[in-house]
């Protein structure tokens, strides 16, 4: 939220020899010298302990708030320097006010929070943001949709008194104070710089946060929910621009729009986000009453697929091994003609009630990229439990001409898709746990954890429980995975 305590709150100048000795995630509480969770206050730059471990850093709040109101009568002059209200988490960096009970994401004119960020300061997990730091390394590896993005101009200054403020365009979000296009184009850039230290996020993360307020916090999240989100927001701005901003749709020698990419919008506007990920699905519903058939076209970003139930079973040691779940098992599941349950019973406006029916996917357009989520994440009563059934799956020659709506019309060897990035959930909750990516760049697979990159082998990638495979449409000749 927009904090209006900031000013009044932080310290004017940060002296460096005032901060404890060692990394500020190691800083130890004044009072208890607990090393968990220590947050700095930023009027006196005092470090205390959180308050899921002894909440000392709320008592020096609430012992400053009794020592204003005691001064109120004599010095009322006085009454916002002492508050001592906004503090920053020092693993984390993120800012809190008591006053408002909310993290901050606004700074004050002066920059005076990301001055202190940068003095404190590796795609670094910023909290449990690992559910974003592996969206945007899979992301960053898929070449034209990075190189689009990277190829943008940065956005325009604006001139008089809002001089050294960035123009911005979401309009369709109600939010003319941040740019997630900027953000997301200056994140791309430095991931591939070539620095050898980490680089963090920040400035993305808290557009993200103004955007899109159910990732505020530093819970855990949904990676497959938040690339959708942010999939989703950048096409929105991206559309915006198109339709009379500044902020150009595409660079020169990016990706071209076609007229048929307005197909996988809504609205019917492309941009380079559907252009690359869009695609089209035929739903078809049968009456099993009269045999009233219904089509209806679906644009798609990408397609999440359940583990079908067999290979989801615990086996005893004494009992037969299920057989090995493959990727193609879970696009049949997808595709194939399903009875829909009482539950889900059709309009039928012949029969003018519901019926039962059968339903049945077909693609009707495959898209640049084919993102496939596998739904490893179930409601039962009370709780939602993982599937965490292995799925194999290749790294070349995925072929989707069996899933066409019209496979005769499409040419032999044009419906194959070679992998390029993984996103991988270690834990039991999609609440808990962490996740990681594999990514291939430059004919190498690297696995990226947060702020660790290292160099690995395709063997590696293929036992992994994928979450999200990322799939580029092949454009040259390579040798398939025949085991699929």
């Given amino acids: 939220m927009e904090c209006p305590h900031l000013s009044s709150n932080i310290s004017g100048a940060f002296d460096s020899s005032r901060f404890p000795n060692g990394t ?49 009568k004599g010095e009322k002059h ?12 020092c693993s984390s960096y993120s800012v809190f006010c008591y006053r408002c009970d909310e993290f901050v994401v606004n700074d004050t004119k002066l920059g005076q929070v990301q001055k202190l960020r940068e003095h404190l300061q590796s795609l670094r997990n910023l909290g449990n ?70 680089f ?24 497959h929910e938040f690339m959708r989100y942010l999939l989703d927001h950048l096409h929105r701005e991206l559309q915006y621009s198109r339709n009379g901003a500044s902020h150009p749709v595409s660079p020169q ?92 019973l059709y309009y039928c406006h012949k029969c003018k009630k519901r019926q039962k029916s059968t339903k049945k996917f077909w693609i009707q357009k495959l898209p640049k990229v084919l993102c496939l989520h596998l739904k490893r ?16 799956f290749p790294l070349k020659g995925l072929d989707m001409r069996g899933y066409l709506l019209e496979p005769e019309k499409s040419l032999p060897g044009s419906c194959l898709y070679d992998l390029v990035a993984v996103v991988v959930h270690h834990g039991s909750g999609v609440g808990s746990g962490h996740y990681t990516a594999y990514g291939s760049h430059e004919g190498h697979w690297y696995h990226f954890n947060d702020s660790t990159v290292t160099l690995t082998n395709e063997d590696t990638v293929r036992k992994a429980k994928a979450y999200i495979l990322f799939y580029v449409e092949r454009t040259g000749q390579v040798p398939s995975d025949t085991s699929l």
Wanted: glycine content about 4%; aromatic content about 10%; some cysteine.
């Fill in 377 to 392: 994440f179930h409601w039962t009563a009370f709780l939602r439990n993982k599937v965490d059934t292995y799925v194999e």
């Fill in 129 to 198: 943001t690992c559910f974003m730091n592996a969206i945007l390394q899979s992301l960053s590896n898929i070449e034209q949709f990075s190189c689009y993005f990277k190829e943008l101009p940065a956005v325009a200054l604006r001139s008089g008194k809002t001089a050294g403020r960035r123009m911005y365009h979401t309009r369709s979000q109600g939010d003319n104070s941040v740019s997630l296009v900027e953000e997301f184009r200056k994140t791309l850039c430095s991931l591939w710089q070539g620095n050898q230290t980490a």
């Fill in 78 to 89: 006085e009454k916002e320097k002492i508050h001592h209200s906004v503090c920053m988490d």
């Fill in 24 to 72: 500020p995630s190691s800083w130890c509480c004044n009072v208890c010298r607990s090393n968990k969770s220590p947050w700095i206050c930023l009027t006196c730059l005092m470090v205390h302990c959180g308050r899921y471990v002894n909440g000392h850093a709320k008592k020096h709040f609430e012992e400053n708030q009794v020592l204003c109101v005691s001064q109120r």
């Fill in 253 to 344: 020698d990016g990706v071209r729009l076609s007229s048929t990419d307005g197909k996988c919008c809504t609205n019917g506007t492309a941009s380079v986000v559907t252009s690359i990920f869009g695609g089209i699905l035929q739903n078809e519903v049968n009456c099993l009453i009269c045999g009233t058939e219904s089509r209806k076209f679906d644009p798609f970003l990408d397609l999440s697929l359940d583990i079908p139930s067999q290979f989801r079973q615990k086996r005893n040691k004494d009992q037969e091994p299920v057989p090995t779940c493959t990727l193609r098992d879970c696009l049949h599941s997808f595709t194939d003609l399903e009875e829909l349950d009482d539950t889900e």
């Fill in 200 to 223: 963090s996020p920040d400035s993305l993360f808290y557009a993200i946060w103004k955007i899109m307020p159910s990732f505020r916090g530093y819970q855990q999240q949904d990676a």
